[in-house]
């Protein structure tokens, strides 16, 4: 199944202080606090590279894998730190990874691996919120569920920043809710927070991986006269509706409606969404899996003109086996079950993207909340580290083979080149040729930076 909501974007234009001044103030001019603040920002420097990306595909391994066991081995540390997995060469000579990626080893001439993303906070909630908006949670020392004042995400930001017409949003959220433990709690980070929650990334909970995968299922069989009933019953409260249109609440509700009937009539989304008509060889592959399955639905929906789509790692509670990175107990154990999959998933999607000529505009982003320790607990697991990880980007220019930034000799803390969460960003912004000095305008008409971090340009060839 479903959620979704999009509607247009506000944006401001700016003036300087300059103009402001001579032309007398405020009021003369009409101008509102946003553009003002805006005037107050220094110009950005885009270079060539802006606007490289078409699409970006967000992979999101919830749970935060371990650094130092898969992107940054330390084989020199103490066996305390460094853990039972060997090194192994990659297609760049000087860089190892760990032995259970073999083939993202064999591509890693493809993409740029970060060593040195750090942050301060060290528990799941705030820190996903974190590395999937770029702006540090309100209140970082707490373990909050998903609140109307957060800042969106890159897929809400993107479905209200959009302004090509498609019956399919601009941000997908694959394998969600992906973030709701058994308790009830909703992770944030996930969610358009203060834009509003019609423009939420639509979520699909379906598992891609089922041979009934489906996430329109009410548009097919029986249930398809249900739905035409239900639009002709809308059809006729349509008077009704007009009366209410004053009332921006059912304007939103009526735009949803509008909107999800569309999407469930529409053959296009239907096509994007249907893995029966990619080969069997394929699909294997990339790992009959939910993340490698999500990969290859990814795949198809930036074929199908989707900006933004997040792949996120799926939890399963009553699997017998690890299913996320989150490594406490046993983390080596795990990761020996976890990596194979990653490892299909992610070279199969590069390879699927560039034989399609879609690596060259389509950013392709690794990214967990935070690292784990340097010192293995007396659980055999490793803890929330934040102090110090890794992640990839590829396509859309990024230079392969580049390694950018080091951390120190246990993987503890950068030792060179540290980048934070806006960096990341805005990096991601800048190619998908978004603005930095965009303003998000919340509901009480206050202005908010799309990010206040500058580009890694020189991740970009």
């Given at each position: 199944?479903?959620?979704?909501?999009?509607?247009?974007?506000?944006?401001?234009?700016?003036?300087?202080?300059?103009?402001?001044?001579?032309?007398?103030?405020?009021?003369?001019?009409?101008?509102?606090?946003?553009?003002?603040?805006?005037?107050?920002?220094?110009?950005?420097?885009?270079?060539?590279?802006f606007g490289r990306a078409k699409s970006c595909i967000f992979c999101f391994l919830f749970g935060a894998p371990a650094h130092q066991d898969i992107w940054d081995l330390k084989p020199d540390a103490p066996a305390e730190v460094r853990g039972p997995f060997n090194p192994i060469s990659t297609s760049v000579p000087g860089t190892q990874f760990g032995e259970h990626i073999p083939r993202t080893g064999q591509m890693a001439d493809r993409f740029a691996l970060i060593r040195s993303v750090t942050h301060p906070d060290s528990t799941h909630t705030v820190a996903m919120h974190y590395m999937q908006t770029g702006v540090r949670h309100r209140r970082p020392n707490t373990n909050p569920t998903n609140l109307a004042d957060d800042f969106p995400c890159f897929g809400a930001t993107v479905n209200l920043l959009n302004r090509e017409t498609s019956v399919l949003p601009a941000g997908i959220s694959l394998n969600a809710p992906g973030n709701e433990i058994p308790s009830g709690h909703i992770f944030p980070g996930f969610f358009a927070g203060f834009i509003g929650r019609h423009h939420d990334p639509m979520f699909v909970t379906s598992d891609p991986s089922k041979p009934d995968f489906n996430p329109f299922p009410i548009a097919h069989g029986l249930a398809r006269a249900r739905l035409d009933r239900r639009a002709s019953l809308l059809s006729r409260l349509d008077q009704l509706r007009k009366r209410l249109d004053q009332v921006d609440a059912v304007q939103e509700a009526c735009g949803f409606q509008d909107k999800a009937l569309s999407l469930i009539n529409s053959p296009e989304a239907a096509r994007a969404f249907d893995l029966s008509h990619e080969k069997s060889t394929l699909r294997q592959r990339y790992g009959l899996t939910p993340f490698g399955q999500g990969c290859l639905l990814a795949r198809r929906l930036v074929e199908a003109g989707v900006r933004l789509v997040t792949v996120n790692w799926a939890r399963d509670y009553q699997a017998r086996v690890a299913d996320h990175w989150d490594t406490h107990a046993d983390n080596f154990g795990k990761h020996k079950k976890l990596l194979p999959a990653f490892d299909l998933g992610y070279t199969a999607l590069l390879d699927d993207l560039q034989q399609r000529g879609l690596l060259d505009e389509t950013l392709v982003a690794i990214v967990g909340e935070f690292g784990r320790t340097p010192k293995i607990n007396g659980n055999a697991g490793r803890d929330h580290w934040p102090g110090c990880f890794s992640i990839t980007l590829a396509g859309a220019g990024i230079r392969g083979g580049l390694v950018h930034g080091a951390s120190d000799n246990i993987a503890a803390y950068p030792a060179r080149d540290?980048?934070?969460?806006?960096?990341?960003?805005?990096?991601?912004?800048?190619?998908?040729?978004?603005?930095?000095?965009?303003?998000?305008?919340?509901?009480?008409?206050?202005?908010?930076?799309?990010?206040?971090?500058?580009?890694?340009?020189?991740?970009?060839?």
């Open positions: 199944m479903f959620s979704f909501g999009c509607k247009p974007a506000r944006l401001c234009q700016g003036v300087t202080r300059r103009e402001w001044l001579r032309v007398g103030g405020l009021s003369s001019m009409g101008l509102m606090l946003p553009e003002l603040l805006r005037a107050e920002r220094p110009v950005e420097d885009r270079g060539g590279s540290p980048v934070s969460p806006e960096q990341v960003a805005a990096t991601i912004y800048h190619a998908l040729g978004i603005a930095a000095d965009t303003d998000l305008i919340d509901h009480s008409g206050r202005p908010f930076p799309l990010t206040t971090g500058k580009p890694l340009l020189e991740l970009f060839a």
